[in-house]
Each structure stands twice: as C-alpha cells, then as structure tokens.
C-alpha cells in the first residue's frame, strides 16, 4: 500500500534561492522572507455579537481586535482587520490549540484554521514602497500607512493581506503581506521583477 507524507511545505519551495537579485551596490534596496512557525486562525463575529467577540479577543490575547482597516500589535500576536466584523489572528505557532480558541468564543464567533492556505511574507528596505507602488494601487506614503495600517487589496489579480508592522531595529520600514499559497510563487516572481532597478535581498527564514 502507497504511503503518503503530508508533511507542510513552503509554497515557495521552488522560488526561494537565497541571495541577492538585481544590483548589489552598496546594498540591496529591498529584502523579502516568507515567514515561518506561525499559526494564522481566521475570526468571524456571528450577526449582532461583535462586542462580544472583541471582548472575548481581548480576554484571550491581551490586544484589542481591530475593527477597520488595522493591524494591532501584542505580545506575541498581531490582530489584523480582514473585513467587516472580521479579522485573522497571527500567533506562534505552539500558543493556543484551535479547540481551545474556538472554544472560548462559544458561538460568538466562528474560527477557522487558515495557516496552511496563506503564504506570509515580509517587505522591508528603502525602496520598499516604491516596489509596492508597482503591484498595488495603496498610497503607502508614511502619513496616509503609518506603522498598524492595514489593506485587504488586490495584486496581481488575486486578495492579498497587507499591513505595515513596526519598523526594524535598524528604524527601516517593514510590511507584511498574506496571499493565498496557490499565488504565492505569481506574486513572489512579480515583486522581484518589480524590484529588480533597486536590487532584492532574498532571505531564507528557517
């Protein structure tokens, strides 16, 4: 009898080549990771009890869900607004079992496991903006998407999940963005060709 490994697998596997694209000098003007070892959980108020699903979030996790376009930050968990009465929780991965969570929302809110059906990736560099400029039609200027801001919106003719987390520790800009892993290695391809005047760094999170 055939045995088969249903062992997770990184959408990217075959796009992933460490290293830089594009031109070197001095450094490259953006990086791009997947990111790894996270659990992602879709949150979903039922009709009429979104007080209640805020409450029950903020009991949990220590953080306020938000309730419009927003990335909120805490410890160990962002919160990002995914939609009226909605949002998806990234947590680590070894925090919370999902029986539990959906336990605690009762039948306030329905939970939905989403990690292995999103690719995360990470954006950052000085030239960062400019690149998503190119794919997305946002107004990513630091007064109009300030650190927490949040977009559902559309690259590459495909929903993606973009918000702008807190700055590196260098003080360099950073963005998050979530697509569907079945578009993941399109949308990955289109930001390094969209990167490629101001070179890519491309990192490897293992």
């Known amino acids: 009898m055939d045995e088969f490994d249903w062992s997770a697998m990184s959408p990217l596997r075959h796009a992933l080549v460490p290293g830089t694209f594009g031109p070197t ?3 490259p003007g953006v990086c791009l990771s997947e990111r790894t070892g996270h659990r992602l959980l879709q949150i979903m108020a039922r009709r ?23 990335a909120n930050f805490g410890k160990d968990i962002t919160l990002v607004w995914s939609g009226i009465d909605q949002y998806l929780a ?8 999902v029986d539990a969570i959906r336990s605690a929302f009762g039948n306030a809110a329905s939970v939905s496991e989403q990690t292995a059906g999103r690719c995360l990736v990470q954006l950052s560099g000085p030239h960062v903006r400019a690149v ?23 690259i590459d003719h495909t929903v993606v999940n973009l918000w702008r987390e807190r700055n590196a520790a260098d003080g360099s800009t950073v963005f998050y963005m979530l697509m569907f892993t079945s578009f993941a290695e399109s949308i990955w391809h289109l930001i390094l060709m969209a990167a490629a005047e101001y070179g890519c760094g491309i990192v490897i999170d293992r």
């Open 90 to 97: 990234l947590l680590r991965a070894d925090h919370w079992p």
């Open 132 to 154: 998503l400029a190119k794919v997305s039609s946002l107004d990513l200027h630091p007064d109009a998407f300030p650190i927490g801001a949040a977009a559902a919106t559309s």
């Open 25 to 27: 000098t001095p450094e």
């Open 48 to 70: 009429g009890r979104w007080a209640e699903t805020a409450a029950v979030a903020n009991r949990l996790y220590g953080v306020e869900p938000p309730a419009r376009a927003a």
